[in-house]
């Protein structure tokens, strides 16, 4: 089932908690729902201000005129689906303040926060946040990794295509791939929450929980910070293609498989700091060869 599929005021019961039980499980299971939520979260604490709502008001209103079986709108529904609003009728608005940050291969980026929170961006990953509304919205948006370290304060909230992590303040590290989404406590209390699976799951020091594909795993650890930070990759019964791709991300190199099984799982570690070494703990115990086509290339296949 697709978003399409709901009738034209689905959104709008939605955001204001109306749907019932079974509207709600079958929104769940949509390919969507995470994107909604997340722009839902990011948007009620959102004010917008006062000369703009008449304007944002009457443009939405323009828009839908033409449309059968909308909702009526009032102004005050505004905060909670304008969102919402914003996707489904393909209207764009763009708010001051909108920071990104980028890294590309091998590169780790520090970010400081408005609230004096740091954030180390790994290699291939993008972050942002709104500086105009930060002292009442601490929301994050990312997509890769990233090991934050969070002032005390007000909710802290991290939204990502696999998961959101809602902290108050603690240091934590965050891995979202597609269909994979792993998150590590090094202190304080984490909630991560996970709405495609409808889970909620609190974190303490030493926790880390791992959700992939019809999984949901969880174990412990005893370092203060993720490995990567410190020149070092480091994996635990993980997918070999995870690895692979963090091999590619952390050198700028390509990796062309030639009938490897990369679902086959890998624990180990790699160097950020010398490709030849990286190549080869990664694949030598996995009983795969690897060549070395020229300093961007690499085949792989089985031994």
Request: net charge neutral.
């Amino acid at each position: 089932m697709e978003i399409s599929d709901f009738d034209d005021t689905f959104l709008a019961r939605w955001a204001e908690g109306s749907l019932t039980e079974k509207e709600l499980e079958a929104f769940k299971k949509t390919p969507e729902y995470l994107s909604y939520v997340k722009i839902l979260e990011e948007t009620e604490n959102l004010a917008v201000p006062d000369f703009e709502q008449e304007k944002v008001f009457k443009k939405i209103q323009t828009k839908i005129a033409h449309k059968p079986k909308v909702f009526p709108l009032n102004k005050t529904w505004i905060g909670a689906i304008a969102a919402s609003i914003v996707i489904a009728l393909g209207i764009f608005f763009v708010f001051e303040g909108k920071t990104n940050y980028n890294t590309t291969f091998g590169e780790q980026l520090v970010i400081h926060l408005p609230d004096v929170s740091s954030v180390n961006l790994n290699s291939k990953s993008h972050l942002a946040f709104n500086t105009a509304t930060w002292s009442i919205n601490r929301v994050v948006s990312l997509d890769g990794e990233a090991f934050f370290k969070v002032e005390k304060g007000s909710k802290f909230t991290v939204n990502t295509p696999e998961g959101i992590v809602s902290v108050k303040g603690t240091q934590f590290n965050i891995l979202s791939k597609k269909q994979f989404f792993e998150v590590s406590c090094y202190e304080g209390r984490v909630e991560v929450s996970h709405p495609y699976k409808n889970t909620t799951v609190i974190l303490t020091k030493g926790e880390v929980i791992r959700i992939q594909s019809n999984s949901i795993e969880k174990r412990t650890i005893t370092e203060s910070k993720p490995r990567w930070t410190q020149g070092e990759s480091t994996f635990e019964s993980v997918p070999l293609y995870l690895v692979i791709e963090a091999l590619e991300n952390q050198y700028g190199i390509v990796i062309t498989n030639n009938k490897v099984n990369v679902s086959q799982l890998y624990s180990g570690s790699f160097t950020h700091s010398n490709l030849h070494l990286a190549l080869e703990t990664v694949f030598e115990p996995m009983d795969v060869v690897f060549e070395i086509q020229n300093p961007k290339s690499i085949v792989i296949k089985p031994k």
